[in-house]
């Protein structure tokens, strides 16, 4: 456990303020450090080791590959299918919002044109509705015009992102030089060309942030799949989780059959779940704090 | 603003949504591998609109984890038929899961599984009928598709929860009446009777917090616990009168003799608030179990089994339900599953063999299943078995007679009675509240879950 | 050419930000029929006695949440700042961030291992505050502040990065002259760091309150995982779904929708218009 020294600048506080924050700071430390760590650490155990043994020590590689095995023999490999599901989603909500929103950011930033400032009200606006506000709407609507159960009835809802296009605006309004453009076209380039020759190879960055975005939010969506795609087939590895709660009989009683989740499966199954978002995580701290710092200033 | 304005505003609105269709339907093209459900046999030759057939077309089957031993069996007895599991909450208590999910595929219009376990008894209520224009969910059984000699062998009355208006539309996995179970050994070591009324129930209850304090006669942690001792009482909680009215009166004298009873019993330890089905349970009770009203399926589920309470051979005894005293013994029902067929399968016979296998084959529900077959032939073999193997401590008539003892004034509403209890029960109980005060506040409840699905209450 | 660039954009904006908002509004004021109802559905619903329970569960958990998001993030940001050795510093950071990449049901599936006496890492902890199982844990009267621990265990890490990269911007020279002044760090904390970090607060609470009426995952969950005892109506948003799929009632759904919306609508639009945050557009 990383221990602090506050304040190395000496006779600002007393000794117990410094206490005080160290104090906080552990106890704070520990909260957010536990749960994960002891997630990790259950799914190296077998069942009975995780309600007997002490928490905190780690179990044994035998007992994960079984885990594993018990997780993925579940309906015949249906979390293998989920897991898929989810990479399908996200990966095809992710290319849509970065060509709807890369070029819209750009024409939003840069060009002028008729509702404009129409467009970016209401991307500010929306972007600041939680995601979950439209989901039964949307269902609604799409149910009306008979989509629910494709995997286009979730795609294209999450290829729906504001944020991105509100990010997209922010870099090409502060980074590029409108100069730059108008020399370009001063050059003979066509609008399509100054954005495809100039402004495009510029942008490499905030791709990369927009489909960061773009990938954790759709990756962690867990109501509109609910509702859009009630087939056990078409669940992404979210909504399959609560397929695999709903036979561990440590939650769900009444299921203790031979097809029955134990709980460490259950916190492989957590942990498998989250895992391209958590790698995606530990190497994009830097990004994800541009990101939200953008959404709340402009420069 | 005036009424014109907002009444012009739909009009407008269905211009853009039209405007929508057109986009979504172009996208659709491209996703959409046919909807099913059009161009079909609009009559159908067993009752009911189908689909066209394809006899080899693999069937998705929906159980919850504890009926996976059924799929195996009807697997291994039939290695051609191409069977997909899907497993889920079985719908128990009152999560609703069943009707929701079959509500979204009506809605996309395919992706039905083909046979559908469910742990409770009031979804032919809803799977009977059309819902949003949509053909109802549940197959018809009595016009063909399941032989009528099948059905004629189930226990008499034990279809009737997957009956609507004379047709039937589920098969029964097992009867699930309340019987008393207890523990012989212990009985006879502390030198007690097996009490013949609630009355001498609730004395032996008294009698073991004083002499043998730590031993239990019964819980009321889990949500049946209104089907084991009130539905057993004549409490008119769920008197379903029609198929859209109810009458419900928690303050009789019925309802409030089994409320006062197990307020006792509550106080003084030997009725904890713990589920059966927890670890918890196990952890304390596993051996301290005197008596224990409860469900037919207790017997494999929670005492015969090394996971739960693993009682061990030759303690465990079965009498049947005691009666309230100068009245004749009735009893209730905890749930005994039914298995539904899709109307919408395109492999209506693969469906019907499986149903029928799980519900009759001896495969199944006499070799594995942990409860009593409601299948009559299957019930009768599932007793012998069960008493050959020297397990009980006791014969097993009562379980026989019980079934034939269920009170008939306890109907299968549309709503979940053990949602309602789970919900304002059982954290009123475990606050410490007595269940004869919380009566009103249940018919309270009940009558208003009962007008939001539609009843008409009294 | 500028209307070829947001054409796809305009297109996804139309199809899933404004006529989904419309239908429902055009659901909501109609019977299953599709004549015009007037506000039947919003009567209905209000007086659905699900209604106002969950109304009661909702506010109940925004206000733990919002007040220990904003004392707990602020404080923290302002500790971790003070922290004088780098490494330290960036870890704890990665260390309170990191459970971000844990959201919807995983994070509520984590929490239900944790608050399991049986099996969880704070087993002995819950024991010694009394709760012995699940079942007691997860009691009506608890969820509100669980609810709030898990939203708060998952969302707190952002934004205490996003404060201490605000604290940054507070020039050392300021901070020095306070100093010199004689100003403890308490007093350089509550004179001149919070003032400035009232801005990033109010867009925090704007945002999580919005985010939070929306309530679902984890009480969907916890319905099935605690047999219902946690029912499956608990919340706004569980209890429109139970409208649209358990009673089939579409136009009662869209009644509670649109209030949900017309709540997150008000926020959001409040905050850009008069919030001063997008002042230059």
């Known amino acids: 456990m990383p221990t602090t020294r506050a304040g190395r600048p000496a006779g600002v506080t007393g000794r117990s303020g410094r206490a005080i924050g160290t104090a906080v700071v552990a106890i704070f430390v520990l909260f957010f450090l536990i749960p994960m760590a002891w997630l990790l650490l259950a799914t190296t155990k077998s069942a009975r080791g995780l309600t007997v043994g002490s928490p905190f020590t780690p179990g044994t590689l035998g007992d994960l590959g079984r885990n594993w095995e018990q997780l993925f023999a579940f309906q015949d490999g249906a979390v293998t299918l989920w897991v898929g599901n989810s990479a399908l989603y996200a990966a095809g909500a992710l290319v849509i919002t970065v060509i709807a929103s890369i070029p819209a950011g750009y024409a939003m930033a840069l060009t002028r044109f008729r509702f404009r400032r129409l467009l970016l009200v209401i991307t500010l606006i929306v972007m600041l509705i939680p995601n979950t506000a439209l989901v039964l709407p949307i269902f609604l609507e799409l149910n009306s015009v008979g989509l629910i159960g494709s995997p286009l009835s979730v795609i294209l809802p999450m290829s729906f992102f504001p944020f991105g296009v509100y990010l997209t605006y922010i870099y090409f309004s502060t980074s590029i030089p409108r100069d730059l453009l108008s020399a370009a076209r001063i050059d003979g380039c066509t609008e399509l060309q100054v954005f495809t020759r100039v402004a495009l190879p510029l942008a490499a960055p905030i791709v990369a942030l927009v489909a960061f975005f773009s990938f954790v939010q759709s990756w962690n969506n867990f109501f509109l799949p609910f509702v859009m795609l009630p087939s056990s087939d078409g669940y992404p590895i979210q909504v399959g989780l609560t397929s695999l709660l709903a036979s561990t009989p440590a939650f769900n009683p009444s299921s203790a059959g031979s097809e029955s989740v134990q709980l460490p499966t259950l916190a492989l199954a957590t942990v498998i779940s989250v895992l391209p978002v958590l790698i995606v995580f530990l190497f994009s701290q830097r990004f994800l704090v541009a990101g939200m710092t953008a959404g709340g200033t402009k420069e | 603003m005036g009424e014109t304005a907002i009444s012009r505003r739909p009009r407008r609105l269905s ?354 299943a942990p409860g009593y077959p409601a299948f009559a032939a299957a019930g009768d073999k599932w007793i012998k078995k069960q008493e050959s193997s020297g397990y009980y401590a006791t014969d097993l008539r009562p379980v026989v007679k019980a079934g034939t003892e269920i009170w008939d004034g306890w109907g299968s509403g549309i709503f979940s009675q053990e949602a309602i209890w789970a919900k304002t029960m059982t954290p009123a109980i475990a606050g410490g509240k007595s269940l004869v005060d919380l009566l009103p506040e249940w018919e309270t409840a009940i009558k208003n879950q009962a007008q939001v699905n539609g009843y008409t209450v009294k | 050419m500028s209307y070829a660039f947001i054409a796809l954009y305009a297109v996804l904006t139309v199809a899933f930000g404004i006529l989904p908002a419309l239908y429902a509004l055009y659901l909501a004021f109609t019977d299953a029929e599709g004549g015009f109802a007037g506000v039947g559905n919003f009567t209905k619903v209000v007086g659905d006695f699900r209604f106002m329970p969950a109304v009661g569960h909702v506010a109940l958990y925004l206000a733990i949440w919002l007040v220990a998001l904003v004392v707990l993030v602020t404080l923290l940001a302002i500790v971790v700042h003070a922290v004088a050795v780098r490494w330290v510093s960036s870890t704890l950071r990665l260390i309170f961030y990191l459970p971000g990449a844990l959201a919807g049901a995983s994070s509520v599936l984590l929490w239900l291992f944790v608050l399991d006496p049986a099996a969880g890492p704070i087993g002995g902890l819950l024991h010694l505050l009394g709760f012995d199982s699940f079942v007691e844990v997860i009691v009506p009267a608890n969820l509100p502040p669980i609810f709030a621990v898990i939203a708060f265990w998952t969302g707190a890490g952002g934004w205490i990065v996003i404060m201490y990269g605000a604290l940054n911007n507070i020039s050392a020279d300021v901070i020095e002259a306070a100093r010199m002044d004689g100003a403890g760090r308490i007093q350089i904390a509550w004179r001149i760091q919070l003032p400035l970090l009232r801005k990033w607060i109010s867009y925090m609470g704007i945002m999580s309150l919005a985010a939070g009426t929306q309530l679902f995952v984890e009480p969907q969950l916890l319905s099935q995982a605690s047999n219902a005892i946690v029912p499956n109506d608990y919340s706004l948003n569980q209890l429109a779904y139970q409208y649209a799929f358990q009673q089939n009632d579409f136009n009662g759904a869209a009644a509670i929708s649109l209030l949900l919306l017309a709540i997150a609508l008000a926020l959001s639009a409040v905050f850009v218009l008069r919030g001063g945050l997008f002042e230059k557009d």
């Not at chain 2, 159980?63 to 291994?76: T, Y």
Request: hydrophobic share 40%; with cysteine.
């Open chain 2, 15 to 368: 211009g853009a949504v039209r405007g929508a269709g057109i986009l979504a339907v172009a996208l659709t093209m491209a996703a959409c591998n046919g909807g099913g459900g059009t161009g079909d046999n609009p009559s159908g030759s067993y009752g009911f609109p189908q689909v066209a057939q394809d006899d080899k077309a693999e069937i998705t089957v929906w159980v919850d984890a504890d009926r996976a031993g059924a799929v195996e069996a009807f697997k291994k007895a039939n290695p051609a038929v191409p069977v997909k599991v899907v497993s889920y909450d079985g719908s128990a208590n009152g999560s609703n899961s069943f009707r929701t999910k079959m509500q979204l595929f009506d809605r996309a219009g395919s992706g039905w599984p083909d046979v559908v376990f469910s742990t409770q008894n009031n979804d032919a209520a809803w799977a009977s009928q059309k819902t949003g224009g949509k053909q109802a969910f549940a197959a018809v059984l009595g016009g063909g598709l399941v032989p009528k000699a099948t059905l004629d062998g189930f226990t008499p009355g034990s279809l009737n929860p997957c009956t609507v208006e004379g047709k039937v539309y589920c098969l029964r996995n097992d009867l699930a009446q309340a019987v008393l179970w207890y523990n012989k050994t212990l009985l006879d070591r502390f030198g007690y009777a097996v009490p013949a009324t609630w009355q001498d129930y609730q004395a032996l209850g008294e009698k073991v917090a004083r002499e043998h304090p730590g031993y239990i006669v019964g819980t009321v942690g889990d949500a049946w616990t209104p089907e084991v001792y009130f539905w057993a009482s004549k409490c008119q909680a769920n008197g379903i009168t029609g198929p859209k009215s109810v009458t419900v009166s928690t303050g009789s004298t019925e309802c409030k003799r089994a409320a006062t009873m197990l307020d006792t019993l509550i106080k003084n330890g030997t009725t904890p608030n713990i589920s059966v089905f927890t670890p918890e349970f196990v952890k304390k009770y596993a051996g301290k179990v005197l008596l224990m009203p409860g469900p037919a399926w207790y017997a494999g589920a929670i005492f015969n089994n090394p996971q739960s309470l693993n009682v061990p051979k030759g303690q465990l005894g079965v009498a049947a339900p005691p009666a309230w005293q100068g009245e004749t013994a009735v009893t209730g029902n905890v749930g005994g599953g039914t298995w539904f067929i899709s109307s919408h399968s395109k492999n209506l016979k693969a469906a019907a063999t499986f149903a029928e296998f799980v519900t009759t084959a001896d495969d199944y529900q006499v070799n594995v």
